[in-house]
C-alpha cells in the first residue's frame, strides 16, 4: 500500500519524528478499526526438479 501526505512543519530536522508518528498513527487506526494489511505474496520456483508440496494456510497474529 503507498499513502500520500504532504505537510508542512516549522522545522525540516524534525521529518523523520513527524514521518513516525504518522505512520505510527496510521497503523494504530487500522488496528483499531480491524483493518488487516495482508503480508505480500512470494512465488517460489524450483528448476530441475519437483519438491512436495501441501497446500497450508498460515494465519499470521497480529
Known amino acids: 500500500m503507498k499513502f500520500a ?3 508542512w512543519i516549522p522545522d525540516p ?3 523523520d519524528n ?8 496510521l497503523w494504530d487506526a487500522f ?3 480491524g483493518i488487516r494489511v495482508p503480508y505480500p505474496v512470494r512465488e517460489i ?3 530441475g526438479g ?3 508440496v501441501e497446500n497450508t494456510v498460515v494465519e499470521v497474529p497480529t
Open 5 to 7: 501526505l504532504t505537510v
Open 13 to 15: 530536522d524534525g521529518m
Open 18 to 25: 513527524v514521518k513516525s508518528e504518522v505512520m505510527l498513527a
Open 31 to 33: 488496528k483499531r478499526e
Open 45 to 47: 520456483r524450483v528448476r
Open 50 to 52: 519437483a519438491l512436495p
